[in-house]
């Protein structure tokens, strides 16, 4: 017999409490998004509105690095849209937590705000969210971000040109941490999907002068189907 899901008693205040420590972790993270935004020409409005529009992390780290690469935009919509197609999964999720008064505008900027992080905070409260504690949370976390893309740009403006560059690395340790996640959860398949991809995007890029921006689409839908393929079957548990 299903129980009926009550409302948590969770204030904004507790929102801002919760998103404080995502806050503390986008910051610096979205400071070195502002610099390679820097880097590649972009001025600080357009910056800020990457961040400001977008509030995904690793898809704007990867959109950056096919920008600079000189990738087509609609390579870079498609490889964009496959790495943040997750957040699609969240949603739902989250949805069946959401209480039944959240409609319209409010679900609009509930979504927006889903990141991984939010996500993990949400979901571990039992019953149903008030939109008060949700946008509380969200906002908290979306603010680190969007702050944090602006006084990268600026630090930029002083900062020495070498170290500049070696901001490039935080795209690597962005994926690197996604990668960690996945292979904790998930075991020695991962490694082997992941090397799989990675090959063939060196495969395609070194031996078929490939786009960078196709040559990770590609490398990407063709070992998401070998992965679909080889791994087990898993019975989905209700959510809390």
Not at 20 to 32: E, H, L, V
Not at 69 to 98: C, D, H, P, Q, T
Not at 160 to 169: D, F, I, M, S
Request: glycine share 10%; proline share 2%.
């Amino acid at each position: 017999m299903q129980i009926e899901k009550q409302i948590e008693n969770l204030t904004a205040k507790q929102g801002i409490q919760d998103g404080f420590p995502i806050f503390i972790g986008y910051f610096p993270t979205a400071m070195a998004f502002g610099l390679i935004c820097r880097n590649i020409g972009l001025s600080l409005g357009e910056s800020a509105l990457f961040s400001l529009t977008n509030f995904a992390g690793s898809g704007q780290f990867l959109a950056i690095n096919l920008l600079s690469s000189g990738a087509l935009l609609f390579e870079i919509f498609i490889s964009v849209l496959l790495i943040n197609i997750r957040y699609s999964f969240m949603g739902a999720a989250l949805n069946l937590k959401l209480d039944t008064g959240i409609t319209g505008i409010k679900r609009i900027l509930i979504a927006h705000g889903t990141t991984d992080e939010v996500f993990s905070v949400a979901i571990l409260h039992n019953g149903l969210l008030s939109s008060n504690y949700l946008l509380a949370l969200e906002l908290t976390s979306y603010t680190g971000w969007v702050s944090g893309t602006i006084v990268g740009f600026l630090i930029g403006m002083i900062l020495p040109h070498e170290l500049q560059l070696a901001v490039g690395v935080t795209l690597y340790a962005m994926f690197s941490s996604l990668f960690a996640q996945e292979l904790r959860q998930k075991g020695i398949l991962v490694l082997a999907i992941a090397g799989i991809s990675a090959l063939l995007n060196s495969l395609l890029v070194c031996l078929f002068h490939l786009g960078t921006g196709w040559a990770f689409v590609i490398a990407m839908l063709l070992s998401a189907v070998f992965g679909a393929l080889v791994s087990p079957d898993q019975d989905i548990e209700e959510l809390p």
